[in-house]
């Protein structure tokens, strides 16, 4: 069993960065391909980004294509989420997830290809 811990979240004004940190508890993200989702009030949760075993296969939500980068630390004890040029609609909880194994491309924005789940950390944009 993974237990997953986020770090990171936190208010800021609408153009400013976070960095969103999620690490195994007790353990490494080694084995497991990782993502971070989002679910704002009132909305489905949906995929921010995710990134394979291997940290060279990744994949981005449109609305954040250029704004926001997922890497793994060479040690792949953490995945990180950078976030720049944050707006207030990129205001929601934010959780991470793992998935045992890798992959295929097509599966990293699927909910459903992740096994555990973070408790969230809330990320608010607002001037």
């Known amino acids: 069993q993974v237990q997953l811990v986020e770090s990171g979240g936190g208010s800021v004004q609408p153009g400013g960065s976070l960095r969103l940190s999620c690490a195994a508890s007790?353990?490494?993200?080694?084995?497991?391909?990782v993502a971070w989702f989002r679910q704002a009030p009132g909305k489905d949760r949906e995929v921010v980004a995710a990134?394979?075993?291997?940290?060279?296969?990744?994949y981005y939500r449109d609305t954040v294509k250029g704004r926001f980068t997922i890497s793994r630390d060479n040690g792949k004890t953490t995945v990180s989420l950078q976030m720049n040029s944050l707006n207030p609609e990129d205001t929601a909880v934010y959780y991470c997830a793992a998935g045992a194994g890798s992959l295929i491309t097509s599966s990293l924005r699927h909910a459903s290809s992740y096994d555990f789940w973070g408790q969230g950390t809330q990320v608010t944009v607002s001037s």
């Open positions: 990134i394979k075993i291997n940290g060279y296969g990744t």
């Open positions: 007790g353990g490494t993200l080694s084995s497991y391909s």
